[in-house]
């Protein structure tokens, strides 16, 4: 057993711009700067995918492989596969991972623990929970509900692993109810089915999700006492049958009833206008008793760094470990004062953290806490 899970070895294969890589690390955190391009990002994207999912980029899988460039057309390496190798001292020992393109099943990857094929992608949770922030997730609070939607679900699978494999049920479930109305076959049996189990994944996906605000919101505010950043209110919007003192049968009966009744309005959309799929996750900052939206740029950052770290020892608190962070370009709008805050933060969680810059004494505070490299070309060097 251990008390820190982290990767003791990284190996890439066709990935993105690494033709090869096979480094080693230490339990330390990791901290990759170069310039632009140089592939710092795309790293932090095969450590992503040793989780459910799809990354950090959510890119389909036939886009990863490397390609190299022939004149003026792009050219795929090999037989176009790639594949991610770790190892990891896990939460329950020492485990090889290994994850790449599926040739029997394109467009899909397949996984490997230990060297077995899983069964399902859930089973990756049993050895590490890894937690991102990226560049793209800066405009969170002023893009669509369905962006926050997708970042508390994530946030979610890292404490409950069946959240994953119910959604995707939903979602099928409701692609059937779907297809049922558009074509106008209104047959009471079929629906009615197809209702009970939107209903009975439906709630429990609200549930989970109303649940998980719970815990994080009283975390939040029992670690609140780090000014650096600032403590986030969280809320749900646009479906509340999850939420309330009634049993789950008699949420799920309203449901039902709701979709029933909801049938012809459906049909007309062409899709299913509520539910679990619309809801919203609303964040306002506390201290200025304002929605996040409508913050300056920079406590929009300063917001959705303390809630990933606040999910952090969430989840550390729950499974008794603290997850692999993965922060990229997580010191770019921080001032020296909070840059240094952050590093202590993250070190308190025991935790190995992956960090992106391009300059490297944005990390000076970090000192002998972190391991240095510098990426060029699909290329780590090692460096003090």
Request: glycine letters at 10%; a negative charge; hydrophobic letters at 40%.
């Amino acid at each position: 057993m251990t008390d820190k899970v982290h990767i003791t070895q990284l190996k890439l294969d066709k990935f993105r711009n690494y033709i090869s890589l096979k480094q080693d690390f230490s339990f330390r955190h990791v901290v990759l700067t170069g310039e632009n391009g140089s592939g710092k990002t795309n790293l932090m994207e095969a450590v992503s995918l040793l989780t459910p999912g799809r990354g950090i980029r959510r890119s389909a899988y036939i886009d990863i492989p490397y390609r190299s460039t022939i004149g003026q057309e792009d050219v795929s390496e090999g037989n176009g596969a790639f594949s991610v190798f770790a190892k990891i001292e896990g939460m329950i020992g020492e485990v090889d991972i290994g994850t790449g393109l599926s040739l029997e099943e394109p467009g899909s990857r397949r996984i490997r623990i230990d060297g077995v094929n899983t069964k399902t992608n859930d089973e990756l949770l049993d050895h590490a929970r890894i937690l991102w922030l990226t560049p793209a997730m800066d405009g969170l609070f002023t893009g669509g509900a369905g962006d926050r939607r997708r970042f508390l679900d994530r946030l979610v699978l890292a404490i409950d692993p069946g959240h994953g494999k119910r959604s995707l049920s939903y979602e099928r479930a409701m692609r059937s109810r779907n297809k049922l109305l558009s074509e106008g076959r209104l047959d009471p049996v079929w629906l009615d089915g197809i209702e009970q189990q939107m209903a009975e994944l439906g709630i429990a996906i609200s549930t989970a999700r109303h649940e998980f605000i719970n815990m994080l919101s009283g975390l939040v505010n029992v670690n609140s006492e780090d000014e650096s950043f600032p403590k986030a209110l969280l809320s749900l919007d646009g479906f509340d049958m999850g939420e309330g003192d009634l049993p789950a049968v008699d949420k799920e009966q309203n449901f039902i009833e709701y979709l029933r009744d909801t049938r012809h309005r459906d049909a007309a959309a062409g899709r299913s206008l509520s539910g679990p799929h619309k809801a919203d996750l609303i964040v306002y900052h506390d201290k200025k008793n304002m929605p996040a939206g409508s913050c300056s740029t920079g406590e929009q950052k300063a917001l959705l760094i303390g809630l990933i770290l606040a999910h952090a020892r969430l989840v550390k608190n729950l499974t008794g470990y603290a997850p692999i962070l993965l922060l990229d370009e997580i010191a770019a709008h921080l001032d020296e004062k909070r840059r240094a805050a952050l590093f202590d933060l993250i070190d308190n969680l025991n935790c190995q953290a992956f960090m992106t810059g391009t300059d490297r004494d944005m990390f000076n505070a970090l000192g002998e806490r972190a391991q240095f490299f510098n990426v060029s070309d699909g290329q780590l060097t090692a460096i003090g």
